[in-house]
């Protein structure tokens, strides 16, 4: 594993990120400053298999910054939707449009409506599930 000291996001930008403490914490406009950068520019040359992401609400605009690792290497995904109502929706389109041919599913982690996952899983050329 390698540790990438960045905030992802769509491109290369400081971000005000507001530590709440909780479950609340988020890129907004005040807080700490911090550096992003896109996982496409990060990660250039290096083979990516599985990506997850529980990054408060930014996985949306973080998700555009892999785009081009996710149409090219299709790795396994794992990504919150339940920071905002709309990711619910808008994530899932989003992963089918980068890569038509995921398999796509939600699960839901805790009783209340925290923790829902949707997950993407490319078929192997032999059909199968990777």
Same mark, same amino acid.
């Given at each position: 594993?390698?540790?990438?000291?960045?905030?992802?996001?769509?491109?290369?930008? +400081?971000?005000?990120?507001?530590?709440?403490?909780?479950?609340?914490?988020?890129?907004?406009?005040?807080?700490?400053?911090?550096?992003?950068?896109?996982?496409? +520019?990060?990660?250039?040359?290096?083979?990516?298999?599985?990506?997850?992401?529980?990054?408060?609400?930014?996985?949306?605009?973080?998700?555009?910054?892999?785009?081009?690792?996710?149409?090219?290497?299709?790795?396994?995904?794992?990504?919150?939707?339940? +920071?905002?109502?709309?990711?619910?929706?808008?994530?899932?389109?989003?992963?089918?449009?980068?890569?038509?041919?995921?398999?796509?599913?939600?699960?839901?982690?805790?009783?209340?409506?925290?923790?829902?996952?949707?997950?993407?899983?490319?078929?192997?050329?032999?059909?199968?599930?990777?």
């Amino acid at each position: 594993y390698e540790m990438i000291p960045y905030a992802m996001w769509c491109k290369a930008a +400081h971000l005000l990120f507001s530590n709440m403490g909780s479950g609340t914490s988020r890129v907004g406009e005040d807080g700490i400053l911090v550096n992003a950068d896109s996982i496409d +520019h990060q990660m250039q040359g290096k083979k990516v298999t599985f990506l997850k992401m529980d990054i408060e609400g930014a996985e949306i605009e973080a998700l555009k910054g892999a785009e081009n690792l996710i149409r090219t290497q299709k790795p396994k995904l794992a990504i919150c939707i339940y +920071h905002e109502y709309s990711h619910l929706y808008q994530i899932p389109l989003m992963l089918r449009e980068m890569v038509p041919e995921y398999k796509i599913y939600i699960r839901q982690h805790s009783d209340t409506a925290a923790e829902t996952v949707v997950y993407a899983v490319a078929p192997d050329r032999s059909g199968c599930e990777l």
